[in-house]
């Protein structure tokens, strides 16, 4: 190995797998190691730390390398300053720009470490410099949201990844994310999202929900609903669909045609969608149809009368849509964000696309939920990056309907 480079792994690296992780990254991309020195903790709360030559045949395999590691928290022993550069248009990062993980990061400004705000995965870290500022801020920024001038993070200097650690006590939450599987005892872990939701609000923190039409399918809109009334969720996140079932519920008690208490096709039912639809921009949206009596129940019911924010982005396919929906999709992604950023819980409901969507935004900080009855949702998630996620391969009807029985809102 002709190049190398000094890097050190700080906490409980250990038990958290997280040294086996990197070294397994080195080999993995051809290149090599040594221990230069090995601190293991000899009690459970004490931390370990490990100094690690890392080596490889040549500069770009070794830039590789160690990109890769910092993303479980190794850094270099000799910490510089990063490296910044200017955009050169709007919307244009400069080459070599640092892409972003949803881990809590800092940087190395003039001798400090400054946190960098807002964790999220692909985006880039815009500093600001004066502009009154003491410290200087530093923040990831989307692409699309960045300012010719802005200055960004460059290359891999003066930063450092703290990576999530397993937690000291195993709790039911703990074992439930060993594996994604429709055999898990569903009482079990729907006890300890109860207890982690319970938990989120006494911590001042806020829940999202990302709800898909199939909520609605399943009849499980009304449990939602009486969650939304009863204050435990604090704002929501769909698409058209969603609510435009919920809404066709409401005033004609059908899903896409089908009678929701008896499970039947209704004649003419098919139609429903886009009677509601229209209804609902007759009225200028959903608000004005809640105000007006014309809509007089179901969850996005609720979600007016409890006055709670809520986010629909549109999509290709959407029929109308509602004049709710926000159809640009930079927009829709700016008022999820907006939101993601004060979450402490999301639980993401029988949604693929807006599942995805969410858990792009969300800090690896939070606690993150998702439901489905295809356990692929839950598996891209994680391979999207969003690995703090817990999977629950279930039925959303019966898990949202247990989950109001366990919080007591029957």
Known sequence: MSVYEDVK???HIID?????????DILDLGGDFRFLSFRVGREKKDRSRAVLRVGAPDDVLLERIITRIQRHGAEAVDAESVVLEPAPADGVFPEGFYSTTNLETFIRLDGRWLPVSFPEMDCGIRVRIGEGLTPPQAETVALFDVRRGDLLVVGRKGLRVVPLER???ATSFEFMSSSVSSE???RLVLGEVARL???THENGQKILAVAGPAVVHTGAAQALGRL???GWIDVIFGGNAVAVHDLEASMYGTSLGINIEHGYAVEGGHEHHLRAINRIRGCGGIRQAVEEGVVTGGLFFEVIRKGIPFVLAGSIRDDGPLPDVITDAMQAQRAMRAHTRTAGMCLLLSTMLHSIATGNLLPASVHTVCVDINPAVVTKLADRGSW??????TDIGLFLGELARELGET
């Open 16 to 24: 958290s797998l997280v040294l086996p992780v990197v070294l397994d």
């Open 184 to 186: 898990k005892p569903k």
């Open 167 to 169: 937690p000291r006590a």
């Open 388 to 393: 703090q996620t817990i999977g629950i391969v």
């Open 228 to 230: 939304v009334h009863a």
């Open 197 to 199: 939701m319970r938990a």
């Open 9 to 11: 792994l700080e906490g």
